[in-house]
């Protein structure tokens, strides 16, 4: 099975930045998805940001692209979220989640996820 365990969250001003990584234990296949969501109270789980394990290809919600970067490092079992140009409706519990399948990755029908971690936004 695949752990995944999120860390970095923490409070910051508009336009500042933070660095969320996912430590992620357990057997990883190249055909393996990690992506990253996010929930504020109240609302649905949102997709963030995905990549591909092997290969690097990523893909972003249009409401991050261009402020948050995500990347891994498949030698540490590493997924890591830079968010840069912060702002408060980015204000969410932040979750790491994997998957294999090459479908729906925008949707949070994955297959293994992380605890949370807070990431909130002030004005």
């Known amino acids: 099975q695949v752990q995944l365990v999120e860390s970095g969250g923490g409070l910051v001003q508009a336009g500042g930045s933070l660095r969320l990584s996912c430590a992620a234990s357990?057997?990883?296949?190249?055909?393996?998805?990690l992506g990253w969501f996010r929930q504020a109270p109240g609302k649905e789980r949102e997709f963030v940001a995905v990549v591909c394990w092997s290969g690097d290809g990523t893909y972003y919600a249009d409401s991050v692209k261009g402020r948050f970067t995500i990347s891994r490092d498949t030698a540490k079992n590493i997924v890591d979220l830079q968010m840069n140009s912060l702002k408060p409706e980015d204000t969410a519990v932040y979750y790491c989640?994997?998957?294999?399948?090459?479908?729906?990755?925008?949707?949070?029908?994955?297959?293994?996820w992380g605890q949370g971690t807070q990431v909130t936004v002030s004005s």
């Open positions: 989640a994997a998957k294999r399948a090459f479908k729906s990755l925008d949707s949070p029908a994955y297959d293994y």
């Open positions: 357990g057997p990883t296949f190249s055909t393996y998805f």
